[in-house]
Structure formats: C-alpha cells, structure tokens
Nanobody
Framework: VQLQASGGGLVQAGDSLRLSCAAS????????MGWFRQAPGKEREFVAA????????WYADSVKGRFTISRDNVKNTAALQMNSLKPEDTALYYC?????????????????????WGQGTQVTVSS
C-alpha cells in the first residue's frame, strides 16, 4: 500500500483546510487510519485516527472540536478537515495506515503501530 497526502498550503489563522490521503497499490478499507504532524524542531505527534468503518474516531486534545477525520472506503481515501486553524497547527502532516483496525484509541496514538506512511503535506498557518 502506498499513501499520498495532499491538500496542505499556506493559510491565515481562522481559515480552514482539508487534507486528503489517497491509498494505492492496495485497499485500506479494513485498516485503521491516522493523521500525525511534525512541527520544526519537535517530535511527530498524533492528531486524529479513525477505525476501519468510520464508526470510531479519536483526536488529540489540541485539535478536538476543530478537526474532523473521515474516510471513504469506496474511494480508498481518508481526509482531515481542519477548521479554525491556529499558527501552532503549522507542521508537516502525515497520513498513516495500520493493518489492524482497533476500537480502542490507545493503539492509534502510537506511530509504531502504523504500517504505512504517506510522504507528508505542509500546512502553514500565519497569524
């Protein structure tokens, strides 16, 4: 499976962006999916995750209420809708997939549990 993240850009504080993650060379319809981000000089951190059916989602406290993760198993894609963006959301955003879909968020918070990663898409939020 290959993942391609897209949709990043330069926006102002308060704006919205929608990131997309397209899977190819295999299906992710049974996989858990997640988004992580890495700001300059910081470690990569969990942002959001969704189980295989889309019935369960999990968010980092810093984005809860502003970001929404979703997926379309027919199109083999996942998305991250980001609203009310803040300068501290500036980072390189990665989508990731794990071959086992859990219903407990604990597994999704740890990047080592993911099997496939996209290349990242840059989000820059100016104040």
């Amino acid at each position: 499976v290959q993942l391609q993240a897209s949709g990043g850009g330069l926006v102002q504080a308060g704006d919205s962006l929608r990131l997309s993650c397209a899977a190819s060379k295999g299906t992710v319809s049974n996989y858990g999916m997640g988004w992580f981000r890495q700001a300059p000089g910081k470690e990569r951190e969990f942002v959001a995750a969704i189980n295989w059916s889309g019935s369960r989602t999990w968010y980092a406290d810093s984005v809860k209420g502003r970001f929404t993760i979703s997926r379309d198993n027919v199109k083999n894609t996942a998305a991250l809708q980001m609203n009310s963006l803040k300068p501290e959301d500036t980072a390189l955003y990665y989508c990731a997939a794990m071959t086992t879909s859990y219903n407990s968020g604990t597994y999704y918070y740890t990047e080592d549990n993911y099997n496939y990663w996209g290349q990242g898409t840059q989000v820059t939020v100016s104040s």
